[in-house]
């Protein structure tokens, strides 16, 4: 089972890796990370983490499933057509597409969600609609062999998801036990539930940002 | 604040990119990925990963913080004078020190758990007990400027709770908020309570493991 994941500079490292720890253990699973170009990509946290594309685009034609990831490079991805065209391409010979945070608006400028449900990071979900795809609010959005999963650590779940589709249950529950994800996080996660103080913290998050950005 | 995060070959991804991702967002953070030497090292599923390195430890002297992670290659690192002498060097200037999975065993081989309780993956628990410390099933363990995390996964949990000491409690949530941390695992994670098919199904991974790995 081959499994190429996507990259770019400035994406989001745990989008990528989530899936990547959860699908690397399937038993006859094989994961490539795939590049526009080999080499370093770096994430959106300053360039402090670079993962390495070990295969550029044109050298994968097929992959059982795809993973795209997203973090705020989606943008350039989206704004570049040999890699939107890799990605329509491979979807083609795909058992399953998938996509983890804001690299849904990568498959749906790909065309590949047009008429479909989908789900992405909480402040990327209107932005589905451009590609005609209706967002919904659920953690993991299976349409057809298309998943779309949240923001960021929504992937890991998504990839269980997944394997249990793949591999089934005993083989998903064996790697979530791998991965000890027995999650004891320390507030609500849901943006909608959150209190003003961090509403307003979110807000100075994003300015910063869109500043560092300019 | 400066943080540190040791990599090498054959380490567990998502040990280290949990917490980086957490850490990372902590506003005037910054991070550093140190190898041995500068250069990619890849991870245990069939080295399928490449982290970049962008510091030797030579290059590193200090840190605020330091997070270690696991994964099979922690064994080669702690028969590594050079590193643990590192660690030790660089525990001695941190105000938190830290590990995620198996990195508990490097804190432990570098003398930093001598007489502390400690945590880290459900397979490797009772390892702690040679280098001086008692092993406990709790996901987080704090000991003075010591904290260890249980496998994997649990270094999102680690971070976040250190992100709170560090930060506040409104810059952790907002933070948990930013990567969607509004985990819907499928099964029960903890070993302990697996049912007999999927005890089975671990003990057949591990086998294959030792297996590849000789």
């Known amino acids: 089972m081959d499994i190429a994941i996507l990259i770019f500079d400035n994406l989001t490292a745990l989008d990528a890796i989530g899936p990547y720890e ?29 993962l390495n594309a070990d ?8 992959a059982d499933i795809l993973v795209v990831p997203g973090g705020y490079g989606e943008e350039q991805v989206r704004a570049n057509p040999a890699m939107l065209e890799w990605v329509r ?6 058992q399953w597409t998938t996509s983890v945070c804001t690299g849904a608006l990568v498959l749906g400028a790909a ?18 609609r451009q590609f005609g795809a209706t967002p919904v609010t659920r953690r993991i959005v299976e349409q057809g062999k298309v998943i779309t999963a949240a923001g ?9 998801y997944l394997t249990r589709r793949l ?8 790697i979530q036990i791998v991965i000890e994800y027995d999650p004891q996080p320390p507030f609500d996660g849901v943006f909608e539930h959150a209190p003003a103080p961090v509403i307003g913290l979110l807000r100075k998050m994003a300015a910063r940002r869109m500043e560092m950005s300019r």
Chains 1, 2 share one sequence.
Do not use: C, Y
Not at 55 to 62: L, N
Not at 89 to 94: E, R
Not at 152 to 160: F, H, K, N
């Open 22 to 50: 959860v699908l690397a253990a399937i038993p006859g699973a094989t994961v490539t990370f795939v590049g526009e170009t080999r080499g370093i990509k770096r994430t959106h946290h300053n360039g402090s983490l670079g």
């Open 89 to 94: 391409a491979i979807h083609a010979t795909t």
């Open 111 to 128: 065309g590949i969600l047009d008429g479909l449900e989908a789900t992405t990071h909480w402040a990327a979900r209107e932005q589905l």
């Open 167 to 174: 591999a089934g249950d005993d083989v998903a529950h064996a």
């Open 152 to 160: 960021v650590s929504a992937g890991i779940d998504m990839a269980l």
């Open 55 to 62: 295969r550029a685009i044109t050298e994968v034609t097929r």
